[in-house]
């Protein structure tokens, strides 16, 4: 009773306020017999509904209008028709048609793809709202960067007065789901011509902007593929093995890198247009997964205000769709909010709202039944009203899903639009006030950087997520963080192997974490040289820069069990560049000049001499160079040696036949610092080849491989692109290729080995009449066959005759169990998990020419491994001893470690066993030389180059459990065949345009593939 006298005295209080400070409340929708109906578009609508509640009071009519054309102008049917798939280019069309009609429809190009096809953007709105749109935009802009208004929340409240917000939607990234173009073509429409008081609020509170197609190249594949299962009924179709030039599914995991055009085009549409949401859709979950809210781990780097704005969207969103009687729409689930690689978070850590639909699509325009699976159809706590077990869907059924979702949405956000923009301008001040609140005050990538190519790389990067770098014009100081004196356990058996726990390492943010044996560190200072780059966290932008640059770490007892996706990204260690994290905030003091292009520095130094040298610093510019000059002779030092008064490293180049003119350009171009010499350094060298490359692909998939195909053609690198069935077919590989590569494929040896099932008929991929988007990358009559036995017979021939075979992973394993490796084995992993984690090695074999250009501690991206054991027997077990672990001793006299004594007779010697680390092979005995049948020659013995860290020092960032399972382990090793060589890496050196890193590992391989044995240290037996 007391309550509700003071509940009263509240409710009393907040009615004398001239403006409700709650959210407004939406008016729901209500039908009006005034606005006129497309009775035959109507009548469709509910024809291609499998169930009357497959669909909402928004979307089971269609406005009449007699200016403006419905879908079917272009379609010739409604949106999600059975049967019915458009290309990219009919989408615009269509697009183009309402833009033409209406003058509340404008389109924008906003770029071209890989394959050179448009992307566009559609904004509709209002008429006033069109008419004040650069004006709007301006606001917005303001609004985006409170610098510009002295962070003044007066002067922000004042902008946001008449300002209407942006809400950017993003159509089918993700090929096979195949239903947004057309639910999207209808929203257009819809929101253009509905008179109902419920549209016309969405018209005239926001600017809708809608990317019909992200991924173009990819839609236009898919719909060949489905025409193609149209025009040939009862036969099976092709797997979409491409989508776009490089990569499928992964485009959406381009977010942080930014290597693909769709991320590129989207990302500048987004910075031009200031939107504040950026709400993707995908179709891989009954019947709508707004997985806004989704599951923990949320990314840390985030506003909290975000977090909040996730809720109340994604709840309203389905409590509103609850009301509609529509099943099967939830918001909480199995997707984890760590990783910024999805495309919709651009706006996550860019100050706007980032969403995500997965709606039901059948991959195709078939209407068909689907059965679910159990955890599929289960009531839960947050799916009160689940999908159907069994039920008759159609691609209408799942465009009234999306246009539904997105209808509620948007009306949401119209009737909230001042508190949404008023936190957009507070998620965007809190962003430019990081810098002194939560912190860094900076990240600083010094001056003197010894990569300053990966560092020009990773800048770039974030240039191009909108973040300003600086220069510093002299030198500062600041003061860094004192050591932890005890540091945490990072991962679960921290420490186990048992090795010297004082092997501290350099990370690359230059802050040692040697332990601190005394204890008590203090903070110290340091010193950077004027033309460091200091990446400033005052600035709106701060939290991509701050979410790229730091570390990440995912506990092994996190109640989130499968990570969605890669665990840790840490860009400086995977660039394998320095990037110093300051705290001290008199680091903005710093004297600094903006910088609008980075680029690294190339000069000649000493132009009259015609010889050069280059040092090696695994930067990739000396690969293209290699290329470059394809025909001159270059030699690499096969040790460290001073030249005209400079120090180079172990594979530096000795370039010769290049003219001073072309070097000179060469060197500004690739920003390479070269010195020329008039003699030779006295230093063992070798040739440095640009060696003829072949790029294996399946047909199975592309996806991973993809991402070293990009790679390549970004350094310059040429290659010939062959399947696996090339390779069946070629039995002397060696004619045409120096290396064969072989990336990751992401399925097991049999997979590779015996391709698709061979029953059922052919799958062509192809360029045809019928299929004329297909074959841009490669081209087969028939998807189906694989490797075969033939094939790895090939390529064990290609390296007995002295070929280079590069192998990764799952390749890697294939190549280990056809015996091309001999020595290496694959240990079963049994509790180890690694989920795309950032991953410490350590070098073994520096002289290696693999090693080139590298110092020690290098960072990689890996994935559960494998685990590689090396030697020098074949058909050994491993580097290590049966009978447990050597180091302990049996029971007996004495202490724990002394020797036993046999009681009642002369003391016998006991030889001494060698110490044999995990990533070594055991000695050979005299045992095994007695009848070496098994003993491999000591110059061709598996050489290991680089091995994972002790377990302590493993994790860089992600996670690792369970890591001593791969820890000390080789990671990237050179097996000899014959006259030729596997290599095989544990971990991906090249990784979605993230690892620049570990690239070098690639590219001295493969211009060094017949010079591998450099520096080799041959076994005396
Ligand atoms: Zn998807």
Redesign the pocket.
């Known amino acids: 009773m007391k309550n509700c006298v003071v509940l009263a005295l509240v409710v009393a209080g907040s009615l004398l306020q001239p403006f409700p400070l709650r959210a407004q409340q939406p008016q729901p929708f209500v039908r009006d017999p005034k606005v006129a109906i497309d009775e035959d578009y109507t009548k469709k609508i509910r024809e291609y509904t499998t169930q009357p509640f497959f669909t909402s009071p928004l979307v089971d009519y269609l406005p009449a209008s007699k200016t403006v054309p419905t879908p079917k102008a272009v379609l010739g049917d409604i949106a999600g028709a059975p049967g019915l798939l458009p290309y990219a280019e009919e989408v615009y069309q269509y697009m183009r048609m309402l833009e033409k009609a209406s003058p509340r429809v404008k389109v924008y190009s906003i770029g071209r793809t890989e394959e050179n096809r448009e992307m566009i953007a559609v904004a509709v709105t209002s008429e006033a709202n069109m008419a004040r749109l650069q004006q709007n935009g301006e606001r917005l802009a303001k609004l985006a960067d409170p610098r510009v208004i002295a962070m003044d929340d007066g002067q922000a409240e004042k902008l946001m007065e008449g300002t209407v917000p942006v809400y950017y939607i993003t159509g089918t990234?993700?090929s096979p789901?195949t239903g947004s173009p057309t639910a999207l073509m209808e929203l257009a429409y819809r929101l253009a011509v509905d008179d109902h008081e419920y549209i016309r609020s969405i018209r005239n509170n926001l600017i809708t902007l809608i990317t019909p197609v992200v991924e173009v190249d990819g839609r236009d594949k898919m719909v060949d593929v489905y025409r193609w299962h149209l025009a040939h009924p009862g036969r099976n179709w092709q797997p979409l093995v491409y989508w776009g030039k490089y990569v499928a599914h992964d485009n959406?995991r381009d977010a942080m890198g930014v290597t693909l055009k769709l991320t590129e085009n989207v990302l500048r549409a987004y910075m031009q247009w200031h939107p504040q949401v950026l709400h993707d859709l995908?179709?891989?979950v009954p019947y709508l997964y707004d997985n806004t809210v989704g599951d923990g781990p949320y990314n840390a780097w985030i506003d909290p205000i975000l977090a909040d704005e996730w809720e109340m969207i994604g709840w309203h969103n389905v409590s509103e769709m609850t009301k509609f009687g529509m099943p099967g729409v939830f918001t909480h689930g199995n997707f984890d909010t760590w990783s910024p690689g999805y495309l919709m978070f651009i706006a996550a850590l860019h100050n706007g709202i980032s969403r995500l639909y997965e709606t039901f699509g059948n991959a195709g325009a078939d209407t068909v039944e689907r059965t679910l699976s159990p955890n599929e159809y289960a009531r839960t706590w947050y799916k009160q009203n689940p999908p159907l077990a069994k039920t008759v869907w159609s691609q209408r059924n799942n465009n009234n899903y999306q246009q539904t979702g997105l209808l509620t949405s948007l009306h949401y956000f119209a009737a909230n639009g001042r508190l949404f923009l008023r936190n957009f301008y507070l998620k965007s001040k809190r962003s430019v006030l990081k810098a002194r609140t939560e912190g860094p005050a900076a990240y600083v990538l010094p001056g003197d950087e010894s990569r300053p190519g990966a560092q020009t790389e990773l800048l770039r990067v974030l240039q191009k997520q909108g973040v300003e770098i600086v220069r510093a014009t002299a030198e500062f100081t600041v003061t860094l963080p004192a050591k932890k004196s005890t540091p945490r356990p990072r991962t679960t058996d921290d420490g186990r192997d048992g090795q010297d726990r004082r092997d501290g390492q350099d990370r690359r943010d230059g802050q040692d974490r040697r332990d601190g044996q005394d204890g008590r560190d203090k903070p110290t200072t340091r010193t950077f040289p004027a033309g460091s780059y200091i990446v400033r966290m005052d600035q709106p932008y701060s939290r991509i820069a701050d979410s790229l640059l730091d570390y990440q770490y995912w506990s092994p007892n996190d109640p989130q069990r499968t990570p969605y996706d890669d665990t840790g990204w840490t860009f400086p260690e995977l660039f394998n560049v320095q990037a110093v994290r300051v705290l001290d905030a008199t680091v903005l003091d710093a004297p600094a000049e903006k910088v609008s292009d980075v680029r690294a520095k190339g000069s000649v130094i000493a132009q009259s001499a015609t010889m050069f040298l280059v040092n090696h610093n695994a930067d990739v510019a000396l690969v293209t160079l290699r290329y470059r000059f394809k025909d001159a002779a270059i030699d690499a030092a096969e040790e460290p040696f001073d030249a005209a008064g400079r120090k180079f490293g172990r594979g530096s180049f000795i370039v010769k036949n290049v003219s001073s003119a072309d070097m000179q350009t060469a060197a500004a171009d690739l920003g390479l610092q070269v010195t020329a010499v008039p003699l030779p350094p006295s230093v063992k060298t070798h040739p440095v080849r640009a060696a003829r490359v072949a790029l294996l692909h399946t047909w199975v998939t592309t996806q991973t491989e993809g991402w070293w195909r990009q790679a390549f053609d970004l350094a310059k690198v040429p290659f010939t692109y062959i399947s696996t069935q090339d390779v069946a077919k070629n039995d002397n590989l060696n004619a045409t290729f120096d290396v064969v590569i072989f990336p990751p494929v992401g399925r097991s040896t049999d997979v590779i080995v015996n391709g698709m099932p061979m029953w059922g008929n052919p799958l062509p991929w192809k360029k045809t009449g019928e299929t004329p988007n297909l074959g841009s990358e490669d081209e087969t009559d028939d998807m189906r066959p694989g490797l075969g036995w033939v094939g790895v017979a090939h390529l064990q021939d290609f390296v007995r005759r002295g070929g280079l075979l590069i192998t990764v992973m799952d390749t890697a394993d294939l190549a280990i169990t056809a015996g091309l490796t001999p020595g290496v084995t694959i240990a079963p992993r049994q509790r180890l998990r690694i989920v795309g984690s950032v991953i410490r090695s350590k070098m073994v074999d520096a002289t290696s020419p693999i090693a080139y250009g590298y110092t020690d501690n290098l960072a990689v991206w890996c994935d559960n491994g494998p685990i590689f054991n090396v030697s020098n027997v074949l058909g050994g077990r491993a580097g290590r001893r049966l009978g447990g672990d050597e180091t302990t001793r049996p029971t007996g006299r004495g202490t724990a470690d002394d020797p036993d004594v046999p009681q009642g007779r002369a003391g016998a010697e006991i030889p001494d066993e060698p110490r044999v680390e995990a990533w070594q092979a055991a000695p050979v005995t005299d045992e095994q030389l007695r009848n070496g049948i098994n003993v491999i020659p000591p110059q061709a013995r598996p050489r290991v180059v680089l091995r994972y860290a002790d377990s302590r020092d493993l994790l860089v960032s992600g996670l690792v459990e369970n890591g001593s399972e791969i820890a000390q382990h080789a990671a990237v090793v050179d097996a000899t065949l014959d006259k030729g060589h596997v290599v095989a890496f544990s971990n991906n050196p090249i990784w979605r345009g993230e690892t620049l890193g570990s690239y070098f590992l690639v590219f001295n391989a493969i211009m060094n593939f017949d010079a591998l044995d450099a520096g080799r240290k041959v076994d005396e037996k």
Do not use: D, T
Request: no cysteine; glycine share 0%; aromatic share 0%.
């Open positions: 990234i993700h789901e959406n995908h179709e891989s």
